[in-house]
């Protein structure tokens, strides 16, 4: 069956952003079952985008004439496999072939993983094709986006490094946000009523206690990021805004 998951902060909610809200995933249900622990009884879904496999193979057949943009080319071929679904195609028109070239893959997978290495071997500018929000999103390494402001107010904790380059946030769950997306870090302290900030006398004084107090008011991270990951949490028993949150995987960005 197919499915598909609204969430975000809808009105009435609290830290409502109708912006924020929308689409979150949509799919056809690969497995379902179910298990009991304790007093919680609960269905599992494995949600997969709509595709095919090396034993379903789908028709994905590229056909890149020479002089022909690759943005063109990949959309007849998704197209054809997946008629009616909205493409968003953001990459250079510099990628042109001057020769025929013909490739057939069984998978969305094998699209993605032949159209990426294809365009980073040649052209030195790698071409990703995701499928989100019931979209397909295409971008390449020319693709800048108006970066989306993060305020401090969005934050769960504090982003964190989790390996060279790679940076990890959590928000409060929204839709907004894609793979490919460019976001600005919050700048500065946070404009709350009531911030108290101590002084340089006063931190001196307290043998520095007053540095690490106002330092949760800031974000550790500035400048722009680029969004390369991201996965929803959600717990519906749970009142705890912690528990209805998106988490981003980010690289620097420009």
């Known amino acids: 069956m197919n499915v598909a998951v609204l969430g975000g902060m809808k009105k009435g909610l609290p830290l409502a952003n109708p912006y ?12 379902a079952f179910g298990n ?3 007093t919680d009884m609960r269905l599992d879904l494995i949600i997969y985008p709509p595709g095919h496999t090396t034993d379903l193979p789908g028709n994905y057949v590229v056909n890149w004439a020479p002089g022909q943009s690759l943005a063109d080319v990949l959309k007849a071929t998704l197209s054809v496999v997946y008629p009616g679904i909205p493409i968003s195609i953001n990459i250079g028109s510099n990628l042109v072939f001057d020769s ?5 893959c069984a998978s969305l997978e094998q699209l993605a993983q032949y159209i990426g290495d294809l365009t980073d ?7 990703s094709i995701t499928m989100q929000s019931g979209k397909f999103v295409i971008y390449d390494t020319t693709h800048k986006p ?5 305020n401090f107010t969005d934050l769960i904790g504090q982003p964190t490094w989790i390996e060279t380059n790679a940076m990890q946030m959590k928000t409060v769950m929204r839709a907004d946000l894609q793979v490919g997306a460019l976001i600005t870090m919050p700048q500065g302290l946070q404009n ?13 004084a307290s043998n520095g206690a007053g540095i690490s107090s106002t330092g949760k008011n800031t974000s ?3 400048g722009n990021f680029l969004v390369t990951e991201l996965r929803h949490i959600g717990n519906f028993r749970s009142p705890s805004g912690q528990d209805w949150a998106t988490v981003f995987n980010c690289v620097s960005g420009g």
């Open 100 to 104: 025929l070239e013909c490739h057939f």
């Open 220 to 222: 550790t991270f500035q």
């Open 192 to 204: 709350l009523p009531g911030l108290v900030i101590a002084s340089a006398g006063a931190a001196l």
């Open 20 to 31: 924020q809200a929308g689409m979150l995933l949509q799919g056809q249900v690969f497995q």
């Open 146 to 150: 108006s970066p989306i402001q993060i």
């Open 121 to 127: 071997k040649v052209f030195k500018q790698r071409v």
């Open 36 to 38: 009991w622990e304790g």
